[in-house]
């Protein structure tokens, strides 16, 4: 008689073989880049001899230069307080929208609720390449006539523009674990005089703090890696644009691209590095409601 305690055991490692082989060119793909980050050529293979390593990728990428010779230098701090600023502002946008929206989802039963969360599912169901032309009408025809307050002007463009395409599902993130509370604790609060907000405030939000944190990882990461929108809207360059106007220039330097993408991915290795319970506690509780 077989023991039914090693059938999901075995299952578990066939899933595990099955995960880790299809994300195998993945990792071989990142770890190239690594590697030919601190070379002096690319390595494109596992082949140890062409692997030569220097600093000098590094130090050229700190310096804003992608190019052994000719090129212009760009100022790289400021490249990635941009991306920082657009990341950051994302992330705030989505999470505070979310929380808000996910409560009342999940606590207020109003007319056409339903509605609006199948709305929510069919929005995050477009992609935002579709909707780039109307994204950019609207932004053309609420262009402001000032000049001095364009390059802010665009920044917020590009912050709610990113935003609007994450909220749907970090509404419906956010819902699932205000489903998971039980109403006692709200109903506490309520009876002791206090509104909804301030109970939203006081004991909901500190409830429900995994949720808060995975939104908005989620929605800085959004708002790090997007290319799209940045180069549609954003006067200003961020990683995402650099990386992409220096690799098609004439005398780029592989090397100093790969370390260029490496400083890219950084912020994406450490969140997912570091936090990883996290992550699996967000989508856990996301989904239950």
């Not at 000719?70 to 920082?84: D, E, K, Q, S, V």
């Not at 929005?123 to 780039?132: K, S, W």
Request: no cysteine; aromatic share 12%.
């Amino acid at each position: 008689m077989k023991d039914v305690e090693t059938r999901p055991r075995r299952y578990s490692r066939v899933i595990i073989l099955t995960i880790l082989l299809a994300s195998l060119p993945l990792i071989v793909g990142f770890s190239l880049l690594v590697i030919s980050s601190f070379s002096t050529e690319m390595v494109t293979n596992l082949n140890p001899s062409s692997f030569h390593l220097t600093l000098e990728n590094w130090i050229s990428v700190f310096h804003g230069k992608l190019a052994t010779t000719g090129g212009i230098r760009a100022p790289i701090l400021r490249i990635t307080l941009n991306t920082l600023i657009v990341a950051l502002g994302v992330a705030g946008v989505v999470t505070a929208v979310s929380a808000l929206a996910g409560y009342s989802l999940s606590r207020v039963n109003f007319r056409g609720r339903k509605h609006m969360m199948i709305l929510l599912l069919v929005l995050h169901a477009f992609p935002g390449v579709a909707l780039i032309v109307g994204v950019y009408l609207l932004y053309r025809l609420t262009f402001p006539q000032s000049m001095d307050i364009v390059r802010l002007y665009s920044f917020m463009y590009v912050i709610f523009a990113r935003a609007a395409l994450e909220i749907p599902m970090s509404v419906w993130l956010m819902k699932g674990f205000f489903d998971t509370i039980p109403w006692e604790f709200e109903w506490s609060g309520i009876i002791d005089g206090a509104s909804r907000i301030t109970v939203w405030r006081k004991i909901m939000l500190p409830l429900i703090k995994p949720g808060i944190l995975a939104v908005a990882l989620f929605a800085f990461l959004a708002g790090w890696q997007d290319i799209i929108y940045v180069r549609t809207f954003l006067i200003d360059q961020t990683l995402a644009t650099f990386i992409e106007a220096n690799i098609e220039a004439e005398f780029s330097h592989m090397p100093m691209i790969a370390a260029a993408g490496t400083l890219y991915l950084l912020p994406t290795i450490i969140f997912f590095i570091t936090a990883q319970q996290l992550l699996l506690q967000g989508y856990s509780g996301g989904i239950k409601g």
